[in-house]
């Protein structure tokens, strides 16, 4: 079946460093991928995304890499602050439909 | 703007008992989805309306979940003769655009507990 999953279960760094947190996707179907952060008690947030017809795209201190040939998924964060505590989510999309795999801490030590 | 709102945060209901979580999205998102999230896990898909309907329910667990949209605005997710294993947070995302990548933007979430 569809699914979407992350390599380790948490994550820790120290400030200032740069974080890479790793995804292993299934479906080759999906058109895109997305990354979400999860802060306790707040549902999750978008962060960036990328179609599946590119391998690279960046943002504001984040990076995404998409490998198809090995379906695997990087979130790169520059330069790690306190506020990037938090669980992170790979989802792949389809027709609207997100699937999201199993998330992982993100633990930022000071 | 406002975001995504969901009410109520929290309920607690009894095994057998009738829920309704409500879900506010953000005004003019025509896209509707939503979410089941059990501890350490990611959102599960539920449902997913485009206006007033459902274009997707295809992540209904079974027929004791139903989810309206009748103006195209508030949502409603129902739930009937709850079970333990109803226990979740359910989360509610609203979005701009007709499928595609249109950017799913989430409330906080109603959790759910089932005694």
């Known amino acids: 079946g569809e699914s979407v999953g992350l390599h380790l279960p948490t994550l820790s760094v120290q400030e200032g460093d740069n974080s890479i947190i790793n995804c292993a996707y299934s479906n080759s179907a999906s058109d895109y991928f997305i990354w979400y952060k999860q802060e306790s008690g707040k549902g999750p947030q978008f962060i960036i995304d990328?179609?599946?017809?590119?391998d690279k795209r960046q943002g504001q201190r984040v990076t995404v890499l998409l490998n198809k040939t090995v379906k695997h998924l990087s979130l790169q964060i520059a330069a790690t602050q306190p506020g990037d505590s938090a669980v992170y989510f790979c989802a792949g999309g389809a027709n609207s439909k997100l699937t999201f795999g199993k998330g992982i801490t993100l633990s930022v030590r000071p | 703007g406002a975001g995504v709102s969901q009410t109520p945060s929290n309920k607690v209901t009894e095994k057998g008992k009738y829920v309704e979580l409500r879900c506010d999205p953000i005004s003019g998102h025509t896209a509707l989805y939503w979410y089941r999230q059990s501890l350490g896990q990611g959102p599960e898909f539920l449902i997913y309306?485009?206006?007033?309907?459902?274009?997707?329910d295809s992540g209904l667990p079974n027929d004791r979940f139903f989810a309206v949209r009748p103006e195209g605005s508030v949502s409603t997710l129902k739930i009937q003769r709850t079970e333990r294993g109803d226990s979740a947070v359910y989360l509610c995302a609203s979005s701009l655009g007709r499928g595609g990548r249109g950017e799913q933007f989430f409330g906080p979430g109603t959790r759910l507990t089932v005694l």
């Open positions: 990328i179609r599946s017809n590119m």
């Open positions: 309306f485009q206006g007033t309907g459902a274009a997707d």
